[in-house]
């Protein structure tokens, strides 16, 4: 037995974990039966890759804790205590240890899988904040269920994040990827040949692309990957790998002088400062400019089988801001291909949404073990001044998922929201999905608003949903707040959104509208407090979602939609009304999308406005009806449109819309209904309906979406 008075050391270095290597072996060996089997070789990779966290006292490994993941997402592999240090609180001190470090990092979540039989680690687990969210099969050996645990981390919130990025010594205008972005990742040749060739990691890269496929990621390569296959190719012409590679999503053009000096600083980290023989090599030099790309374009993620890389992915995530990763840890992230999707597809099927009761409400946050302080807030109608809103989601006569939304009244209310969804449901996510954007959107339908959503513990479908659209965690960490704008910002209404959000809010955003290119603007934000920070003009929609931001020299499309399809994907009928059961999917996901011909591709620009004209030949009102956000858009085979593809579309047969073997799908968010539809005489007038008036997609520079969408916002343009 120790002594309770021995100091304990963290050991990180690769060096100091190696001379701990036969200790760290052993311990491993002693625990296989229960963590299961660890190769040596499998340890010294963890160690390189930086994975692998210990404890010692006097020298004497006490424990480690082995963790992967993928930026900003952690999970814990193995966690053992050598048995001298047993029952003296080493186990939970390696968790804190990770935590601090992860929440250095800049990461949102730590998640853990426990067997169900396993009833001290369960317990082990819980006292340390992990919280269940869900049980899958285990394997068929043992014939149990694996509890899916998460612990929720201390993220930075949006001014915090600031702050910090003014401080470091290295700063090349790189951002860490907010939560309110979409994930993007890029990935290197040998991922690519993976997927082409029959290789041994040719299975997760075809998973990997199907997840891209799906729209559960965006994958694309940097200008050096085409140029290094091209190096390699012996017939550029009769290539037909070369031919496929250079179709392949493109990173975004980046300033070049930055680049270049983002790539020498990469180049040296990873292989200067080392003194490794690869220094200056022609394959060194093409590695880090793979990278710089991939962080300069504020990729989530560089995805790559190289050895040196991965092996200086902590140094870069710190220094430079991008995480490298491997193809076996992106993929052990995709979603688990055992998990039933039957109900995925029965769009709107099962279950019902509707009003809820006081009482109903009550009982749902009862069985659910929400925080008791809850129900007394949000589960009282009778409240006096302050507009309530109480919705649920049913299957069958069970409450799946509640929303409540309180606006005091006020010349600048603070909106307090509560959503909470099953995590038992498959559902759940959609659940989240149209609550949160449904109450967002109506606590913002006639002035912008300040909402603070409650944070709950273990709600990882809520919490998640609420980052993607533009809540930010509070330094509290009790809720998530945001500002709801409603409408679309542009350079013609700017002054006026600015001084009613300031009215309304006590939030300042600049008295004019900046100009400059997107990629270099910061624009000054002044919090209620009185504080002044910088934030990426890029992102302010997600901050001020719903919304539409029409900035100033970015394009966009209107897109001609038949009148059966527009009422179901975006509403806009005249008196339509919710039918629950009958309704797809997209009908309640906050994106959706568009299909169209893979002519469309280079009009729809990603994060541009899409405006959808509702076609007069197909019984519509010939006009501008709605606009949204473009995401992304991607070609694909008519034969092979994923589950995931058409869960976000109401069309059951996308065989029509185009001539060729594909179709163009556009994934749009931020949804808005013109209270006043912008019909064809003055599209026409202004020069916006094209040759063929509106038959076929049309692109539009911003000063006549401006013009379109000023129309679409009055209330009558005679």
């Known amino acids: 037995m120790t002594s309770g008075r021995t100091v304990l050391s963290t050991i990180v270095e690769r060096d100091n974990l190696f001379r701990l290597l036969p200790a760290i072996v052993a311990l491993a060996d002693s625990e296989k039966e229960s963590l299961g089997f660890w190769p040596e070789n499998s340890i010294r990779e963890a160690i390189d890759r930086g994975r692998l966290i210990a404890l010692s006292a006097d020298g004497c490994l006490a424990g480690y804790i082995h963790y992967s993941g993928v930026f900003p997402h952690a999970k814990v592999q193995q966690i053992a205590t050598s048995p001298d240090w047993r029952r003296q609180g080493v186990a939970s001190t390696l968790i804190r240890t990770l935590v601090a470090r992860l929440e250095n990092h800049g990461f949102l979540s730590l998640k853990a899988e426990i067997a169900e039989t396993l009833a001290g680690s369960l317990a082990f687990y819980r006292r340390n904040g992990f919280v269940e969210v869900m049980s899958r099969k285990g394997g068929a050996t043992r014939n149990r269920s ?85 190096r390699t190719s012996n017939d550029r012409s009769n290539d037909p790998i070369l031919q496929m590679a250079l179709r392949l999503p ?37 590695d880090a400019a793979h990278v710089a790309h991939a962080a300069l374009s504020r990729a ?42 039957a ?38 109608s009778a409240a006096f001044g302050t507009m309530r809103l109480a919705r649920a989601i049913r299957a069958g006569n069970r409450l799946v998922a509640v929303g409540i939304l309180l606006v005091p009244q006020g010349m600048q209310p603070v909106a307090r929201m509560l959503v909470h969804a ?33 944070h709950i513990p273990g709600q990882s479908s809520v919490n998640s949903v609420a980052q993607s659209r533009g809540y930010i965690r509070a330094r509290s960490g009790a809720v998530y707040q945001k500002i709801a704008l409603g409408r679309p910002l542009t350079i013609a209404n700017w002054a006026d959104c600015a001084a009613e959000t300031r009215r309304r809010t006590g939030f300042v955003l600049p008295a004019k509208m900046p100009t ?35 900035w100033p020299g970015i394009s966009g499309a209107i897109v001609p939609i038949a009148k059966t399809y527009a009422d179901e994907l975006l509403g806009t009928a005249p008196q339509h009304t919710f039918a629950f059961m009958e309704a797809k999917d997209a009908a309640f996901l906050a994106r959706r999308g568009y299909v169209s011909a893979p002519r469309n591709v280079t009009l729809m620009p990603v994060d541009g406005p899409i405006l959808f004209y509702e076609s007069r030949r197909t019984g519509g009102r010939g006009a501008v009806v709605a606009v949204g956000r473009i995401v992304d858009r991607t070609l694909q085979p008519k034969a092979e449109i994923s589950t995931e593809s058409q869960r976000r579309l109401v069309v059951d047969d996308v065989d029509a819309f185009s001539a060729t073997d594909d179709v163009l799908i556009t994934s749009f968010d931020n949804l808005l209904t013109l209270p006043t539809p912008v019909p064809l005489r003055y599209l026409k007038s202004i020069g916006a309906a094209g040759k063929a008036n509106l038959i076929s997609a049309v692109s539009l520079p911003s000063e006549k979406i401006t013009q379109i969408l000023t129309q679409g916002w009055l209330r009558d343009i005679g």
């Open 343 to 380: 109900s995925t597809v029965r769009a709107g099927e099962g279950f019902s949404f509707g009003e809820a009761s006081d009482a109903e409400l009550k009982t749902y946050l009862t069985l659910v073990s929400a925080p008791a302080d809850l129900p007394h807030e949000f589960c009282n």
């Open 422 to 454: 099953r995590e038992d449901q498959t559902d759940a996510g959609l659940f989240a999905d149209f609550l949160i954007d449904r109450l967002t959107r109506d606590a913002a339908i006639t002035h912008p608003t300040a909402i603070e959503l409650i």
């Open 300 to 341: 989530s993620a560089f995805i790559t089988r190289d050895g040196t890389l991965l092996a200086a992915s902590g140094i870069l995530l710190d220094h430079i801001g991008i995480d490298v990763i491997s193809l076996d840890e992106i993929a052990s992230l995709l979603p688990d291909e055992t998990i039933p999707v």
């Open 250 to 286: 493109r990173l975004p053009s980046v300033d070049r002088e930055r680049f270049n000096a983002l790539a020498a600083r990469i180049h040296q980290i990873v292989f200067v400062d080392p003194g490794l023989a690869a220094a200056g090599t022609t394959q060194s030099l093409s």
């Open 516 to 550: 400059t290119p997107l990629d270099d603007t910061e624009i000054s934000l002044i919090s209620p407090g009185g504080q002044v920070h910088g934030y990426p003009a890029s992102q302010l929609t997600d901050l001020l979602s719903p919304a539409i931001v029409t």
């Open 146 to 230: 694996i509890l899916v645990h998460i612990r929720e981390l201390e993220s930075d919130n949006l001014f915090a994040f600031a702050d910090r990025q003014r401080t470091t010594d290295f700063d090349l205008g790189i951002k860490r990827r907010s939560a309110g972005e979409d994930p993007l990742y890029a990935f290197d040749l040998n991922v690519y040949f993976d997927l082409v060739r029959d290789r041994r990691q040719s299975e997760k890269a075809r998973a990997l692309f199907g997840a891209a496929l799906s729209h559960q990621i965006r994958l694309t390569v940097s200008d050096e990957f085409a140029l290094e296959l091209k």
